[in-house]
């Protein structure tokens, strides 16, 4: 069974390699949040890190982590429980940002190259940002507000992560894991259905214009919805020169809302290190009132948990038939 190895670089720059206990967790989050990992160490003569220190993880060959010691908790025991964040950690700094004419993609470069980051591959996202404007915004918000404005005006949907101490972006459809997960895989699930959050049938864009002293209203609707839901509405003002097209802006919002919004969460299933938050995973599970036979899914957390010699892993998903 491959085993776990951690090194931690302390700031004379020599490794040292600590005797950890059972129990090391690697987590990822789709978005907002740098990748986590948790372990304990036990306390000796030769045992001398700080915070900031440089972390790695080996699972066997696979190269799964790479960060700094942010946290050290000491016990009575002489075990000191670290937590580790990948560089994404960064991307909690707030700063003022302002651009105009620009990818997401190249937003991100440009950030990465201000705060100092190591960049792998940004994939080009394509659309071009017409106008943004940000005043004390953590950098994960001005990321996700650029991949949201290319999520809703091309419907392409992208991830950034850290891999081994680079920054990536990829299409998620470029993510996939040739794994399958169904009832034998899973050790249990849980599976939730609502309409009671980010779920609307009806849009509302509208744009005060003071040249011609009126207020311009774009609406996209499904009646069929309306019918089985009632009117869930979503109104927002818009500027039409950051808006080039408010129509196709309202059709693609209602297209990304108008769903039942469905979690599934999937527990001790066997670990597979290339599974991360942003990962594609084939599912085939009978939740009831739906079934999902052999479709994809977009894993929106990872907990990878390492107890001897055992690899487990808990999954949050969405996709195929579950939208979240």
């Not at 998620?172 to 009832?183: F, G, K, R, T, Y």
């Not at 049938?201 to 609707?221: P, T």
Request: proline share 2%; glycine share 6%.
């Amino acid at each position: 069974m491959a085993e776990v190895k951690i090194l931690i670089e302390n700031i004379n720059q020599k490794m040292l390699q600590p005797a950890v206990l059972d129990g090391v967790i690697w987590e990822t989050t789709r978005k907002g949040a740098p990748g986590k990992l948790t372990f304990r160490v036990v306390v000796d003569d030769l045992l001398d890190f700080q915070e900031g220190n440089p972390v790695r993880m080996w699972h066997g060959d696979d190269k799964v982590f790479k960060g700094f010691v942010f946290t050290k908790k000491r016990d009575k025991d002489g075990v000191i429980a670290v937590t580790a964040y990948d560089q994404l950690r960064y991307l909690k700094n707030k700063d003022i940002y302002c651009y105009t004419n620009l990818k997401a993609s190249e937003v991100i470069s440009n950030l990465a190259d201000d705060f100092q980051l190591q960049v792998g591959q940004i994939e080009d996202t394509g659309y071009v940002i017409p106008k943004y404007r940000g005043s004390n915004e953590a950098l994960f918000d001005i990321i996700q507000s650029a991949l949201d404005h290319t999520l809703q005006n091309n419907k392409k949907m992208y991830v950034l992560y850290d891999d081994f101490g680079r920054l990536m972006l990829k299409d998620i459809d470029n993510m996939h894991v040739e794994i399958l997960l169904d009832a034998e895989t899973a050790e249990d699930f849980d599976y939730e259905s609502s309409i009671d959050k980010e779920t609307y049938n009806k849009i509302k864009l509208y744009f005060d214009n003071k040249d011609e002293g009126k207020r311009d209203v774009y609406i996209s609707q499904d009646s069929s919805t309306q019918a089985s839901w009632g009117i869930l509405q979503l109104c927002e003002s818009i500027n039409l020169k950051k808006s080039l097209n408010p129509v196709h802006k309202a059709d693609s919002l209602l297209s990304l809302y108008n769903r039942v919004r469905r979690s599934l969460s999937i527990t001790n299933v066997a670990g597979d290190n290339r599974v991360r938050a942003g990962s594609g995973v084939m599912v085939n599970l009978n939740l009831g009132d739906v079934s999902i036979d052999r479709k994809w899914m977009l894993v929106e957390t990872a907990k990878h948990k390492y107890f001897n010699n055992l690899h487990i892993m808990d999954l949050t998903l969405r996709g195929g038939l579950i939208t979240g």
